[in-house]
């Protein structure tokens, strides 16, 4: 059996260590809050706007591909880490 979480990595935001800020979630709706408030009020743009409400659009759908464009376009990345529980 094994365990599927997406994680997210944005490299703007860093810790007093200058490690990116990162989480990992089982589901992409659940990177919504971040990505709404965090990310959205690093945009300074109307288009990076528009890019952060695409992506919401689809996380909320649970769209990896596009998702994954919209935030890569932003400065964050995703991807989807399988984990054996072996």
């Known amino acids: 059996m094994s ?17 990116p800020f990162e989480f990992s979630v ?13 990310l ?5 743009s109307d288009e990076g706007h528009g890019r952060v409400d695409q992506a919401i659009d689809a996380l909320r759908r ?4 596009v998702a994954e464009q919209r935030l890569r376009e932003c400065g964050v990345y995703i991807n989807l880490e399988v984990h054996s529980d072996e």
Do not use: H, Q, W
């Open 40 to 44: 959205r009020s690093d945009m300074t």
């Open 26 to 38: 089982p589901t992409l709706t659940e990177m919504i809050p971040y990505v709404d408030g965090p």
């Open 3 to 19: 365990t599927e979480l997406y994680r997210l990595r944005d490299l703007d935001n860093r810790d007093e260590n200058g490690a």
């Open 62 to 65: 649970e769209n990896f591909p």
